[in-house]
């Protein structure tokens, strides 16, 4: 058995995408959209406060991808990490 401890880069993590976490205007006022976010969870979280690293994925302002990052980010959330990737307007 390998241990998480000694070898972070092999942690299991969960991934939760497409998380709705607000809803803004669209389209002149006439529709809404909701804005959404994906997260990163190491898996023995054991009920602990973990750091979280809200990432912004800058784009200015028109083009915005949250999840183009995430395969570079899984480095920090295998080292206990929560990541959280969130859309803007």
Known sequence: MICSALFP???TVS????IAYCTVPAWYGCSNVNLKMDMILPKD???CRRP???WL??????????GVWMPELMY????????????YR
């Open 9 to 11: 880069e092999l942690r």
């Open 15 to 18: 991934l939760i995408s497409g």
């Open 45 to 47: 979280r054991q009920g």
């Open 52 to 54: 979280v690293i809200l």
């Open 57 to 66: 994925c800058g784009g200015g302002f028109s083009v915005v991808d949250r």
């Open 76 to 87: 920090f959330a295998r080292r206990g990490f929560t990541i959280v990737s969130a859309e």
